[in-house]
Every structure is written in structure tokens, then in C-alpha cells.
């Protein structure tokens, strides 16, 4: 089809890569750690990493690490054919030379090219934390971390090449606007290139409890993923923003009584700015509230003298649906890559062990 393309190719990849564990004292140790990847087609990368873990008691462990990697560009962007698409942009130009306003939505001809001299893009990231478990219903870990990826694989869409191209910004080589005399756009070659770094951090934590109640066992796994800052090119933090939520969390809770298990699932994507624009004083307008979305999973499980369990359970036993006409929004009225909007999902499940 006029739309869609091939892509074809192969690969040879050399990589050693060792370890080394190092006790400095009993309750001290460090390991060393580096990899070497050599690619035929691009280059090589090499990933070194270093570690320290200091359990000062028994019920407490610090411990902290820093490390860098990469990501190799995949087979099909750097080998795919070229393929026609019809792209719906922005373009003052193009929209007052069709007596249009100039601030239409316009159809324009883009060929989406390979880019054959595609680099892998770099990250570097840090990270420390504690493990501490102070009774024995009771532990939990804490870790700060902090990634930098540089030289990113970033697909510039024919908006992004138009918006760079009058801003002055830089266009990897090879794609770019195609405009006619009168300043209409003609056909833009879009595709991958190197440019441009991510910066983000953020803090994780998990505790894990366990209480005996009513003859049977009561279980909770608490997991928070609370984002502190997520900056491209150094710009402004995307954090809220449309599609970047906050933090995310789960709450999982398992209570066992012989040859039984319930289940209950509580899973929290945080709030978020509805919209987000550039305004005229160079910085941006965040506008709207869409709210912390919560769903719960509940499940039933009866073990078998047979070594099976029979499972009888509903995923967003509330039925409760994305919000709708929020965030970033493609070919759906909702923000499908944060939310899933199957509702509820009733299930029957037979496990046999052997």
C-alpha cells in the first residue's frame, strides 16, 4: 500500500562483557562491571557500571550504583524503504497561499525516508537507595535515580521538521521541508535522526507487609513511582503535562486462607493538566484538570487437592473509563498510551500444575 513500506536487513554483533565482586569489609562491597558491543553496520558502544552496597545492620542496606548504556537503532528504521504519507499540518504560508485561515489544518504530501547513518543514543544514570526491614511483617526499599540520554532516536514528524524549520532549528540531514516559490510547502521528507537529550529523575518505593488475621494470612505490596522531573532539551518540565502524570501506584493485597486466595488490586495514575500551550512570553500556559484515575482488580482462587486452581476474578471491577476528550489524544477520543479503555473484563481461568 501507498501508505505503509519494508524494511530488510541483518546484523552481526560482537560483545564481551565480565564482572568482578569486591568485599572491601563484612558489611561493605563494591562491584565492577563493563560490556563491549561491536555492530558491523553503525559502530561499537561500550557500557561501563560500578556499584557499592553497605549493610551496616541486618535490618538495613544503603546502596547506590552508576552506570551507562546505549540503544542501537533498530533494523527497520535504518533500512525501510521510502513510503508516501498524507500528513495533516500547521503552516501559515501554505494556508493563506489557499485563501485558507492561517491557522488551518492543511494535508500535505511526506515521504518517511530511512536513515541509513543512524548512532545509537547514549544514556548515563545514577541511583541510590536504602532496604530496610525493621520487624518481620514488615520491609521496604527507597531509591532515588537519575537519568541523561543524549544524542536520542527521535522520529521528527513533518509538524516537528515545520515548527524546527521556522524557529531556525537544527534538521538532521536528509530530511527537511520542501517549499514551492510562492513559500508553500511542496513534500517534506520525514524520519529518524540523533538529536536532542532526555533528562529525568524521580523516586520509587515499595513495602511489603504481612499480618496473620482470622487463621489465614493477609499480604500488601505497595509500589509508588513518584516522577520529580522530565526535561527534553533542557526545556521546561513535562511533568503533568498531558500524558505525563506525576506519579503512578499500585496497591496489591492477597489474603490467603487454606485453600483459598482473594485478591485486591488497586491501581492510581495521577492527575494532570487537561491542555498546555506556548504562550507569547516565551514560556507556556497549563490549563484544566483531568483527575487521579483509579481502577480495581478483584480476583478468587480455589487450589485443588489435584495441584490446580480454578481463578474467577474482573479487571476494573467498576467499570471505569479513561477520561474522555483529555490529554493527548491521536486516532481515539482518549489518551490510549496512559489508559486502557476495555473496562470491565470478567474472567474464568483453570491452572493445572504438574
Known sequence: GSAGNSAGGNRDVTSVY???????????EASLAGRYDDYNDYGDDTSPKVSLRWQPLDTLTLRGSYGEGFRAPTLD?????????ADSVRDEQTCLNQSQPANCSVQVNAVRTANPDLQSEQSKQYSFGVAYAPFNWINGTLDYWDIKVEDRINFFSSQELINAEIAGDPIPGGLGVIRAPNGSILNIITGYG????VETSGIDLNVLTSFDLFGGTLSNNLLVAYTLDY????GRDLVEDPGVPEYRATLNNVYAWRDFSFGWNINVIGSQYDTV???????????????????HDLQANYFTPWDGRITIGAINVGDKGPPIGVGFIDSR?????????DGRTAYVRYTQSF
Request: glycine share 12%; hydrophobic share 30%; proline share 4%.
Open 18 to 28: 565480565g564482572e568482578v565482586l569486591i568485599p572491601i569489609l563484612d558489611s561493605l
Open 231 to 234: 526535561k527534553i532539551d533542557g
Open 77 to 85: 528504521i535504518v533500512t525501510q524503504l521510502d513510503s508516501f504519507s
Open 194 to 197: 540523533n538529536q536532542g537529550e
Open 277 to 295: 500551550e506556548s504562550n507569547d512570553s516565551g514560556g507556556v500556559d497549563k490549563d484544566g484538570h483531568v483527575p487521579t484515575w483509579v481502577t
Open 333 to 341: 477520543d482518549y489518551d490510549f498510551n496512559l489508559y486502557n479503555g
